[in-house]
């Protein structure tokens, strides 16, 4: 990596310089920086400056998830007409969002992500600050769902639905970090099936009918 100016003064923008270095060391060797140290120097600061911003490579891979997110939800939002889409528009408007600036990472992502067999975990550690904020994002959708009648609100279900969404998007990202198909059509595709799969379940239901009419000629007897 081409060394920087070591008198480059400490700003607000040190934290995108780390994480973009971080990125293209990814690119180029295809592996993560192995010494803060080697790193810091690299990009003209000190070490002791790498840790106002990060503790650790780690959190490094964190703070590029949420740039992503806070990209994602800042280009969405942009959008005249999205303050006019449904619940169920506004999650498929967040995906479609998403992987179009996952696109601009695809090289770095495969780098540390594509295995296999998935992720070796359930979730990797870096995803917990991206996972808190795209939760907060789905519970203001769901609860828009609830008021408008598009998702039904189900004792000990319903606590639980931010949780499924955060499942999805997990599927989602494996799906496309797999996908060889012009254009990410089969994302595409898996983007609109499971997000009209999830309003379904979470909607009222012939089942939630059923149970509704069953109640009623209880109760008319």
């Known amino acids: 990596m081409e060394n920087i100016e070591s008198n480059q003064p400490i700003t607000h923008d040190t934290r995108t310089l780390i994480t973009e270095a971080f990125v293209q060391h990814v690119l180029e060797t295809g592996r993560e920086p192995v010494s803060v140290y080697k790193f810091a120097q690299g990009i003209g600061i000190r070490e002791e400056e790498f840790y106002s911003y990060y503790t650790s490579f780690l959190g490094v891979k964190g703070g590029v998830w949420e740039q992503i997110f806070e990209r994602t939800i800042a280009h969405m939002e942009a959008q005249p007409v999205h ?12 995906y479609f969002t998403w992987i179009e600036e996952m696109k601009k990472y695809r090289s770095y992502l495969l780098a540390l992500y594509l295995q296999p067999e998935g992720f070796r ?16 994002f789905a519970n203001e ?61 979470a909607g009222r239901t012939a089942v939630d009918s059923l149970v509704d009419f069953a109640k009623f000629l209880y109760q008319s007897k």
């Open 121 to 136: 975990k359930a979730m990797p550690a870096e995803l917990r600050s991206f996972k808190i904020r795209f939760q907060a």
């Open 83 to 94: 303050a006019s889409y449904s619940a169920r528009e506004k999650l498929l408007a967040f």
């Open 141 to 201: 959708i769901i609860q828009q769902g609830i008021a408008t009648d598009q998702i039904v609100e189900r004792k000990y279900i319903s606590d639980k639905y931010a949780d499924a969404l955060w499942a999805e998007t997990l599927f989602i990202l494996q799906f496309w970090l797999k996908d060889t198909s012009t254009s990410f059509e089969k994302t595409d595709a898996a983007i609109e099936k499971s997000v009209n799969l999830a309003f379904d379940l």
